[in-house]
């Protein structure tokens, strides 16, 4: 499918790449570069930007789909995120995809040296804490795999989400052992003692095994060990000790302590710890998060043993939309690309297993239609078929949910505020409450000789303007500053502003009629989340003399209506795995 290889490099380029540089990356046509994307643009996954493409909020409904089917991020977030918050260090929640580990959660600490790893980046096994627990459970043919890989790709070039591995241990010996980290302390772990020793003396064995001297690397005669040439020893090191620890095996200063979150018996992910060298060595990581990270773990999997099965969501219903699409673009329409999008779709939350009658009917799509889209999906990676039933596999977070994963509001709303403000030839502006003030975090102006001179990052009394008020509608207990009458036309009486503001909440709109400034009407409506919490407000401001209060309302607040419910949509879909940054 050739439409998934543009998705593909548009990922990798970080979510934009011109058309041309498609064409170069994918080998394929220019015109069928042009048929793709506009096929891609008519889904809502991309939007086209003169000659760009660029990645758009609604493509991660794919990796959403993986995510719902697989029930992790939903029962286990929020264990992850508490971790984070009691230990002040990153948390991260991965998942095995063939030889490398692909993140399915991030509970990151914002610090000036913070993780900057993304939900559905991947990384390669033998390079993480995580890789060896994983391995554990491998058979031949997963092992073949990693050699296969490490000789094809000796510096994983295939993982942009990691530095090459081209640095060799320092001090290492051509075809010898290499060193300890620079923490002075071991990069793996040694035999286990009893199962059933009691929590403190499991610990102290812990630490005596980590402090003992690590195994030889092994590399090809006349080579320096690089990284990762010890991942089979520290794989039976994992499977002994039931823990992991990466001492900067990806990149100088990273450690991470990692544990496996068990389901009937397999690994259903693993949860890691991960700090900085400044913060922790990797010893001492092990010494003192190890307790609590087991304490977090047996949580976790008794979340997994206790939770009910889901309930199935409703049909995606899309192979109508797709052949209504190919009539009105006729060939620039590409529908056998559209229709095995849809097939990913069709999985979510309590539709982890489909057979092919289930993918039917979930899709629209004829059986032989649905038969074809999954088998090309299986030979791509992004489908497994066991028993004449087919699941989505991790792969599917690689079309394109790592540079969404960061998408803010601001982010979401610019698209949406740029056609609104060219269909109505006037300024738009998203903005938050920041205590008794609005902030702008996204705006489009208009180059009118007279506009409304307003950019990002300014705050305004939130009193006085209609952004504000649906803000403050929300809020109906909010308590209310001091009212200053910054025109005649100010209201200045908590009374009247609360009545004001029980009407706006009633209505759904605001209107401020040059109370914030003589001759600047505005109106706004909310933006809400997928809760129904008023986050943000979107407005159009224009200058009192181009139309009235009466026409704003008739004219301007249908439009605004339309653009904050696109933008909902997309928060809607964006928000549904992770924390949109509103700001």
Same mark, same amino acid.
């Given at each position: 499918?050739?439409?998934?290889?543009?998705?593909?490099?548009?990922?990798?380029?970080?979510?934009?790449?011109?058309?041309?540089?498609?064409?170069?990356?994918?080998?394929?046509?220019?015109?069928?570069?042009?048929?793709?994307?506009?096929?891609?643009?008519?889904?809502?996954?991309?939007?086209?930007?003169?000659?760009?493409?660029?990645?758009?909020?609604?493509?991660?409904?794919?990796?959403?789909?993986?995510?719902?089917?697989?029930?992790?991020?939903?029962?286990?977030?929020?264990?992850?995120?508490?971790?984070?918050?009691?230990?002040?260090?990153?948390?991260?929640?991965?998942?095995?995809?063939?030889?490398?580990?692909?993140?399915?959660?991030?509970?990151?600490?914002?610090?000036?040296?913070?993780?900057?790893?993304?939900?559905?980046?991947?990384?390669?096994?033998?390079?993480?804490?995580?890789?060896?627990?994983?391995?554990?459970?491998?058979?031949?043919?997963?092992?073949?795999?990693?050699?296969?890989?490490?000789?094809?790709?000796?510096?994983?070039?295939?993982?942009?989400?990691?530095?090459?591995?081209?640095?060799?241990?320092?001090?290492?010996?051509?075809?010898?052992?290499?060193?300890?980290?620079?923490?002075?302390?071991?990069?793996?772990?040694?035999?286990?003692?009893?199962?059933?020793?009691?929590?403190?003396?499991?610990?102290?064995?812990?630490?005596?095994?980590?402090?003992?001297?690590?195994?030889?690397?092994?590399?090809?005669?006349?080579?320096?060990?690089?990284?990762?040439?010890?991942?089979?020893?520290?794989?039976?090191?994992?499977?002994?000790?039931?823990?992991?620890?990466?001492?900067?095996?990806?990149?100088?200063?990273?450690?991470?302590?990692?544990?496996?979150?068990?389901?009937?018996?397999?690994?259903?992910?693993?949860?890691?710890?991960?700090?900085?060298?400044?913060?922790?060595?990797?010893?001492?990581?092990?010494?003192?998060?190890?307790?609590?990270? /087991?304490?977090?773990?047996?949580?976790?999997?008794?979340?997994?043993?206790?939770?009910?099965?889901?309930?199935?969501?409703?049909?995606?219903?899309?192979?109508?939309?797709?052949?209504?699409?190919?009539?009105?673009?006729?060939?620039?329409?590409?529908?056998?690309?559209?229709?095995?999008?849809?097939?990913?779709?069709?999985?979510?939350?309590?539709?982890?297993?489909?057979?092919?009658?289930?993918?039917?009917?979930?899709?629209?799509?004829?059986?032989?239609?649905?038969?074809?889209?999954?088998?090309?999906?299986?030979?791509?990676?992004?489908?497994?078929?066991?028993?004449?039933?087919?699941?989505?596999?991790?792969?599917?977070?690689?079309?394109?949910?790592?540079?969404?994963?960061?998408?803010?509001?601001?982010?979401?709303?610019?698209?949406?505020?740029?056609?609104?403000?060219?269909?109505?030839?006037?300024?738009?502006?998203?903005?938050?409450?920041?205590?008794?003030?609005?902030?702008?975090?996204?705006?489009?102006?208009?180059?009118?000789?007279?506009?409304?001179?307003?950019?990002?990052?300014? /705050?305004?009394?939130?009193?006085?303007?209609?952004?504000?008020?649906?803000?403050?509608?929300?809020?109906?207990?909010?308590?209310?500053?001091?009212?200053?009458?910054?025109?005649?036309?100010?209201?200045?009486?908590?009374?009247?502003?609360?009545?004001?503001?029980?009407?706006?909440?009633?209505?759904?709109?605001?209107?401020?009629?040059?109370?914030?400034?003589?001759?600047?009407?505005?109106?706004?409506?909310?933006?809400?989340?997928?809760?129904?919490?008023?986050?943000?407000?979107?407005?159009?401001?224009?200058?009192?003399?181009?139309?009235?209060?009466?026409?704003?309302?008739?004219?301007?607040?249908?439009?605004?209506?339309?653009?904050?419910?696109?933008?909902?949509?997309?928060?809607?879909?964006?928000?549904?795995?992770?924390?949109?940054?509103?700001?």
């Amino acid at each position: 499918m050739r439409g998934i290889a543009v998705l593909r490099r548009l990922t990798e380029a970080d979510g934009v790449s011109s058309l041309s540089g498609l064409e170069r990356a994918t080998g394929l046509a220019r015109s069928t570069v042009d048929r793709i994307t506009a096929t891609l643009a008519r889904m809502g996954y991309v939007r086209l930007d003169g000659r760009d493409a660029l990645l758009a909020p609604r493509l991660m409904e794919l990796g959403n789909a993986y995510l719902g089917a697989l029930r992790l991020p939903r029962l286990l977030d929020a264990h992850a995120d508490a971790l984070a918050d009691e230990l002040d260090e990153s948390v991260s929640l991965a998942v095995g995809d063939r030889d490398g580990i692909r993140f399915i959660h991030q509970a990151t600490r914002r610090r000036a040296m913070s993780l900057s790893f993304r939900i559905g980046d991947l990384l390669p096994a033998e390079r993480t804490a995580p890789g060896p627990l994983f391995a554990t459970e491998w058979g031949e043919a997963e092992w073949a795999r990693w050699h296969g890989r490490r000789a094809a790709d000796p510096e994983d070039r295939g993982f942009p989400a990691v530095p090459a591995r081209s640095r060799p241990y320092a001090d290492a010996p051509s075809g010898t052992a290499g060193t300890t980290g620079t923490t002075g302390t071991s990069r793996t772990n040694w035999a286990a003692g009893p199962a059933d020793r009691d929590r403190a003396g499991r610990d102290r064995a812990d630490r005596d095994r980590a402090d003992r001297p690590a195994p030889a690397r092994s590399a090809p005669p006349g080579r320096l060990a690089t990284v990762g040439d010890d991942f089979e020893a520290r794989t039976e090191e994992a499977r002994k000790d039931g823990w992991a620890l990466d001492d900067q095996l990806i990149e100088p200063g990273l450690v991470a302590l990692s544990m496996p979150v068990r389901e009937a018996g397999r690994i259903a992910c693993v949860v890691s710890v991960v700090s900085h060298t400044s913060r922790h060595t990797a010893a001492d990581l092990r010494d003192t998060l190890l307790p609590r990270l /087991r304490a977090a773990v047996a949580a976790m999997e008794r979340e997994l043993r206790e939770a009910p099965p889901a309930e199935p969501g409703a049909p995606s219903g899309l192979a109508t939309w797709t052949g209504a699409s190919k009539q009105e673009l006729g060939r620039e329409f590409v529908e056998s690309l559209a229709r095995g999008l849809t097939v990913i779709t069709s999985f979510g939350e309590g539709r982890a297993e489909l057979t092919l009658t289930e993918v039917a009917q979930a899709t629209g799509l004829a059986r032989a239609t649905a038969r074809r889209a999954l088998i090309t999906l299986e030979h791509l990676g992004y489908v497994t078929a066991h028993d004449r039933v087919f699941r989505l596999t991790p792969r599917v977070l690689g079309l394109g949910f790592p540079p969404l994963s960061r998408t803010t509001l601001p982010d979401i709303a610019v698209p949406h505020l740029t056609e609104l403000s060219h269909r109505l030839h006037e300024s738009t502006s998203l903005a938050v409450l920041a205590g008794d003030e609005v902030q702008y975090t996204a705006r489009v102006a208009t180059s009118r000789v007279m506009s409304v001179n307003v950019v990002v990052g300014t /705050r305004l009394p939130a009193y006085a303007t209609s952004l504000g008020r649906v803000l403050l509608a929300d809020r109906p207990d909010a308590r209310l500053p001091e009212l200053l009458p910054l025109t005649p036309r100010t209201i200045t009486d908590p009374a009247l502003l609360r009545a004001e503001l029980d009407r706006v909440r009633e209505a759904g709109y605001a209107l401020a009629d040059e109370e914030l400034e003589e001759g600047l009407r505005a109106v706004a409506v909310p933006v809400r989340d997928r809760g129904g919490r008023v986050v943000a407000a979107v407005n159009v401001a224009l200058h009192s003399s181009r139309r009235t209060a009466e026409e704003c309302v008739r004219d301007i607040l249908p439009e605004l209506y339309a653009t904050a419910s696109r933008v909902e949509a997309d928060l809607r879909v964006a928000g549904r795995f992770r924390r949109v940054q509103v700001g």
